[in-house]
């Protein structure tokens, strides 16, 4: 049997000297389920959970993965419970897309795997997890200023898919999408892999600066935070030398 750690993330970090010592040191196979990943709103600040990717992907053996969709979480659960070492999957609080699911069988996804899911030839958008229908939305709404926008589900944060330096270099222009801390996060990672394969491609990272999210509804945490698809279309466009008008979604 594979044990299976279902807690959210704000709670799994005070078991980050278990995970490192007793799971990551000896290489075992345990499956690491963080719900409420990212701005969980009325729950209040000490339970939002930004720190997941920072905290988990310095550790070795450890692989990290989040779903963009409750289709996409019925593959990845098959893959955590099939991968032989420590692996998590990061999830956020609320509500599906009401995609349709699978009856199976379920198949698993290669680690390190992501998807590209549209093509444009002016900027690359590599959504993470929960921010890949997002980054699906903001492409459509760049589309309507001039600009066509490749999007990229990362599905992985460690290891990350080398697809992303094809297109990174091909286009150019990268932003990546995530949703939780900028700070060590899912666009730290990107950087670092670009530096060290001396792919020198500009990087617009979007996701949760170096602030605490206080208590609030989700949609106004977002707001506050410039998270909105209106407003990352608007931070883009300013990033490209576009300048748009501004927006209030």
Request: charged share 20%; glycine share 10%.
């Amino acid at each position: 049997m594979r044990p299976v750690a279902a807690i959210y993330s704000t709670f799994l970090q005070r078991a980050f000297d278990q995970i490192s010592h007793d799971v990551c040191t000896q290489n075992l196979p345990v499956f690491f389920c963080l719900d409420r990943a990212g701005i969980v709103g009325a729950d209040g600040p000490t339970h939002q959970g930004m720190y997941d990717i920072a905290y988990l992907r310095c550790l070795p053996n450890m692989v990290l993965m989040a779903p963009r969709d409750e289709a996409e979480l019925q593959r990845m659960l098959v893959t955590g419970i099939q991968h032989p070492g420590p692996i998590a999957m990061r999830y956020p609080r609320g509500n599906g897309y009401g995609v349709s699911l699978s009856q199976g069988p379920w198949q698993p996804i290669p680690i390190g795997q992501g998807e590209l899911l549209r093509e444009g030839g002016d900027v690359l958008l590599v959504g993470y997890g929960s921010m890949v229908y997002p980054a699906l939305q903001v492409a459509e709404l760049l589309s309507e200023h001039g600009v066509e926008a490749t999007v990229f589900d990362a599905r992985f944060a460690k290891p990350l898919d080398r697809e992303m330096l094809n297109l990174a270099e091909r286009l150019g222009k990268m932003v990546t999408l995530e949703e939780g801390c900028l700070m060590g996060g899912f666009g730290s990672a990107v950087l670092e892999l670009l530096a060290d394969e001396g792919l020198a491609v500009p990087v617009y990272r979007i996701g949760v600066p170096d602030v605490l999210v206080d208590h609030a509804a989700p949609d106004e945490s977002k707001t506050d935070l410039g998270l909105t698809s209106g407003q990352m279309r608007d931070r883009i466009l300013r990033w490209l030398g576009r300048v748009p008008a501004l927006s209030a979604v």
